[in-house]
């Protein structure tokens, strides 16, 4: 049974930093891309980062270009999201994802349905 567990969250002020990591369990990655969700009380969940197997070609909303980082072990089946200069809106459950399909191994998609796995969700909160 494939798991994604994420870790990481937390409450921060505003201009503060997090790190999130999501380990995957239960099969081999290989040739998975994957990457972040967010949900915010009352909004729908939303793309946030994503990285591809092959090359590690990354991923972005447009919210979080320049303050979000993410990327990838693919020895430890681990996948990373560095959180800069958080603001209050970035406030979500945030969700790891892995996308099962071989053939999309070299680029990542902004799709919710593409992606197979998720994991059970992180709580990020920023204080203003």
């Known amino acids: 049974q494939v798991q994604l567990v994420e870790s990481g969250g937390g409450l921060v002020q505003a201009g503060g930093s997090l790190r999130l990591s999501c380990a995957a369990s239960g099969r081999t990655f290989i040739g998975y891309a994957m990457g972040w969700f967010r949900q915010a009380p009352g909004k729908e969940r939303e793309f946030v980062a994503a990285i591809s197997w092959s090359d590690g070609r990354t991923y972005y909303v447009d919210s979080v270009k320049g303050r979000f980082t993410i990327s990838r072990d693919n020895a430890k089946n681990t996948v990373y999201l560095q959180m800069n200069s958080l603001k209050p809106e970035d406030t979500a459950v945030y969700y790891c994802?892995?996308?099962?399909?071989?053939?999309?191994?070299?680029?990542?998609?902004?799709?919710?349905?593409?992606?197979?796995?998720w994991g059970q969700g992180t709580q990020v909160t920023v204080s203003s």
């Open positions: 994802v892995a996308d099962a399909d071989y053939s999309r191994r070299n680029y990542a998609t902004r799709s919710r349905g593409d992606y197979d796995y």
